[in-house]
């Protein structure tokens, strides 16, 4: 599913219109990621938690010529599923 059907999911499930919905899911995503941005976590009980984490720098390889080159540290956003979640997965 991309954003668009999620889009058009919302909209056909609430009756309200696409362009409602966009703004509603884009405000959203902006709050999720100025929370993370911020070192926050981002919690929706039942469906899952965003977090901030930490990479630290290592070493690897180039596949390409086995040269070996430094990876510098960087943040990552890791997302750990809800209880509801994984049942209404499995």
């Known amino acids: 599913m991309n954003k668009g059907q999620l889009i058009d999911g919302v909209a056909a499930n609430t009756k309200l219109k696409k362009t409602e919905v966009t703004k509603v899911l884009d405000s959203i995503l902006e709050n999720v990621k100025s929370a993370l ?10 469906f899952g ?3 901030k984490k930490k990479r630290a720098a290592r070493t ?5 010529t086995g040269k070996t080159i430094n990876i510098p540290a960087k943040n990552t956003v890791v997302f750990s ?7 209404a997965v499995n």
Request: aromatic letters at 4%; glycine letters at 16%; zero cysteines.
């Open 37 to 46: 941005k911020k070192g926050q976590d981002v919690s929706l009980v039942g």
């Open 60 to 64: 690897g390889r180039n596949p390409q």
């Open 81 to 87: 599923s809800g209880k509801k979640l994984k049942d």
């Open 49 to 51: 938690t965003w977090k």
